[in-house]
């Protein structure tokens, strides 16, 4: 068995995907399974030339069903003890992943974070950290202190024990964006061993206009965003779990996605007020105790003249999409 299997959906990847797999290559604990998602490009052939190189690169090649289904796809070949999901226009940090390999070779855990870094095109990289989390040990949901507003996991930050995705069935939304935060969201109820190292691995690029994380991009596939928003919501009641610590986080991931979904609509405008309110009464509806726990977000819900300013300076601040 690999110590660790590195997912990489491919869409059209041809002019960055060496960026992901290179870095990869020399490492013999890992298996590489690049899945090609109806690219109309040469990704496929730049993939199968790695697969004839490489013996630990395998290819998927697949009808085009969006990133989760490219996700999906690599799970059900995965064979590493850990997984992980590296976009093809992302690269990881060498000595970084160095560290999580020699980490991950002596320890016993169900999830492993570890710090990202925003490569925003034409500004100074911005390391992510979790200072909420205790480093370099074993550590369960009663050691995480509470989070910050600018801190939550995405799936840059994580690798999941790979059994464990596959116990509970884990399957993505297919032909949707903004799967992802399903991705990390969905398991953590599952998890009881963590381990933060804090090291910048995970370089996660922002520049290319056609980027789904651009502000433009998100306001136009809103709907995508809402609709994986109200799908985190139906998954479970987070205040049902004993552990505090984990209530207390899940609540906080589905503020953030609440956050998200409200500015998106506010920044499209008065035209998009229905779909705010419809957004805040399904999650009455469906909880209204979470919706009473919502506190990020409800600034979100100010008008437009005060919401979407502030919005602007966080933004500048943590330098997201």
Partial sequence: MKLISFVIPCYNSSPYMAKAIDPLLEFKDIEIIIVNDGSKDDTLKIAQNYAQKYPQVQVIDKENGGHGSGVNAGLKKATGKYFKVLDSDDWLDKPSLKEVIKTLKKIDIDMLIVDYVYEKEGEEPKVMKYKAIPQNKVITWQDIKKFKASEYLLMHSVFYKTQILKDINLELPEHTFYVDNIFVYYPLPFI????????????????????????????????????VTKTMIDFFDPLSFQEENLRNYLVHYLDIMMSVSTILLRLIGSSANAKVKDLWSYLKTKNPQVYSHMFISRLTKLPRFISVPVYKIVRKIYKFN
């Fill in 192 to 227: 009881k061993k963590m381990y933060y190292l804090d090291v910048p691995l995970y370089r996660y690029y922002i520049g290319r206009s056609d980027q789904s994380v651009n502000e433009s991009v998100m306001m136009s596939r809103v709907d995508q965003q809402i609709f």
